[in-house]
T-cell receptor, first 114, second 116 residues
Framework: DGGITQSPKYLFRKEGQNVTLSCEQN?????MYWYRQDPGQGLRLIYY???????QKGDIAEGYSVSREKKESFPLTVTSAQKNPTAFYLC?????????????FGSGTQLSVL | AQSVAQPEDQVNVAEGNPLTVKCTYS??????LFWYVQYPNRGLQFLLK??????LVKGSYGFEAEFNKSQTSFHLKKPSALVSDSALYFC??????????????FGTGTRLTVIP
C-alpha cells in the first residue's frame, strides 16, 4: 500500500479506555491524514497535518487526538470521549504541495469495542 | 460547500460487458476529481484524476472517466469488465479555489460486482 504502514490491523477497546493507532510512512511526504470509514458513509476526515508539529481538525475530530512529532509518523488516539469508535480507520499521506495530488493509503485498522 | 453523490450503492455487470459507475459533484469553484478503488479489508488505491484539460481521463487497469462540467458528473467507465474489477469504488472531489475546503471529500462508495 504505497509505503504507509498502519498497525495494528485489528484493535479492541474497552469502555473508558484510550487506544492509539499507529501510522508510519517512508514516502517522504509532508502531509498526512486520518479518515474514518463507516458502512454506507464513505470516508470522513478526522485530522490532517501538512507539516511536522502542526495539525488541523477535520470534519469529525471530537473524541480523537493526534500528534506529529516526526515527519514519518502520525499516530491517532481514540479517547474515551469518542462514544461510537467502532469503524475502519485509514491513514493517508501526500506530498502536500498542491491540491490536486493523489493520496496514498495504508491498509487500515479495524477498531471494535468490547 | 462541497459534496459528492454516488447514486448507486451496487452495480452488477457481466464479465466482458462495459461498466459505468456514476458520480456527480458540487463545489463552489472548479473541481479536482478523483476515483479510488478499495478491495476487502484494504486501503484505497488511486485510479485516476481530473485536474484540467481533456475531459476524458485514462487511468490504471483500463479504467477511464469523463468529466462533464454542465452535468457536474465524473462517471467511471471501462469497456470490458473483469471479475477482478469487483471492489468498492469511491469518487472524491476537492475545490480548487484558494478559499475552498482544504480536504478531499469522498462519496459513499459503489460496490461493483462483475459476474462470471
Amino acid at each position: 500500500d504505497g509505503g504507509i504502514t498502519q498497525s495494528p490491523k485489528y484493535l479492541f477497546r474497552k469502555e473508558g479506555q484510550n487506544v492509539t493507532l499507529s501510522c508510519e510512512q517512508n514516502l517522504n511526504h509532508d502531509a498526512m491524514y486520518w479518515y474514518r470509514q463507516d458502512p454506507g458513509q464513505g470516508l470522513r476526515l478526522i485530522y490532517y497535518s501538512q507539516i511536522v508539529n502542526d495539525f488541523q481538525k477535520g470534519d469529525i475530530a471530537e473524541g480523537y487526538s493526534v500528534s506529529r512529532e516526526k515527519k514519518e509518523s502520525f499516530p491517532l488516539t481514540v479517547t474515551s470521549a469518542q462514544k461510537n469508535p467502532t469503524a475502519f480507520y485509514l491513514c493517508a499521506s501526500s506530498y502536500g504541495r498542491t491540491q490536486n495530488e493523489k493520496l496514498f493509503f495504508g491498509s487500515g485498522t479495524q477498531l471494535s469495542v468490547l | 460547500a462541497q459534496s459528492v453523490a454516488q447514486p448507486e450503492d451496487q452495480v452488477n455487470v457481466a464479465e466482458g460487458n462495459p461498466l459505468t459507475v456514476k458520480c456527480t459533484y458540487s463545489v463552489s469553484g472548479n473541481p479536482y476529481l478523483f476515483w479510488y478503488v478499495q478491495y476487502p479489508n484494504r486501503g484505497l488505491q488511486f485510479l485516476l484524476k481530473y485536474i484540467t484539460g481533456d475531459n476524458l481521463v485514462k487511468g490504471s487497469y483500463g479504467f477511464e472517466a469523463e468529466f462533464n462540467k454542465s452535468q457536474t458528473s465524473f462517471h467511471l467507465k471501462k469497456p470490458s469488465a473483469l471479475v477482478s474489477d469487483s471492489a468498492l469504488y469511491f469518487c472524491a472531489v476537492r475545490d480548487s479555489s484558494p478559499t475552498g475546503a482544504n480536504n478531499l471529500f469522498f462519496g459513499t462508495g459503489t460496490r461493483l460486482t462483475v459476474i462470471p
